[in-house]
């Protein structure tokens, strides 16, 4: 997705773009993204004084894998962010502004980076997702095993070695 400075600086209001992009091989960045949907992006831009201030929305959905149960789920994702660019290069010396070259902004990147961040690290389907057993790896959501896979405090298992003798 890209901007035109020229057409930002001449509009006498914030421009406002829609689009819906694809963010390719996104998927082989992160794991258990199995895949994303392309995502809509709404830009909202401005220019005072050779400094460009975008205003960026966007949405989509992911296909993830549970990292518990391993069964695939979606989540919405959304989210906005603020940049502030540059073409002038004795501006870009300060902090935060991002300095670019020519008469194009390509944000892309920028809403690659923040759909990224917001891919859990780990994602889970639901709220306290059981998981697998890890003895006989049946889906704990669904089933229940017999297998005893918790872990029994070992000064517990002391006392589980008493016998009361019987008479
Ligand atoms: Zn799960
Ligand atoms: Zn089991």
């Not at 794991?31 to 004084?49: F, G, M």
């Not at 935060?96 to 980076?113: A, K, M, N, S, W």
Request: charged letters at 30%; hydrophobic letters at 35%.
């Amino acid at each position: 997705m890209r901007l035109y400075l020229p057409e930002i600086v001449r509009a006498n209001k914030p421009l406002v773009r829609e689009e819906t992009i694809e963010l390719r091989g996104i998927e082989r960045e992160v794991p258990q993204l199995v895949r994303l949907d392309p995502v809509w992006v709404r830009v909202t831009a401005s220019e005072e004084s050779g400094l460009f201030h975008v205003h960026a929305e966007h949405r989509t959905r992911a296909s993830l894998t549970c990292s518990r149960c391993l069964s695939p789920f979606e989540k919405t994702l959304s989210g906005q962010w603020t940049q502030e660019f540059t073409n002038r290069a004795d501006r870009a010396d300060q902090d935060q502004i991002c300095f670019v070259e020519g008469d194009h902004i390509d944000l892309t990147p920028y809403i690659r980076e923040a759909v990224l961040l917001e891919l859990p690290y780990a994602p889970v389907c639901r709220e306290g997702c059981k998981g697998l057993c890890p003895e006989c790896g049946v889906d704990r959501n669904r089933e229940t095993c017999l297998c005893r896979t918790e872990r029994i405090d070992p000064r517990l298992a002391v006392l589980k070695e008493l016998r009361i003798p019987e008479d």
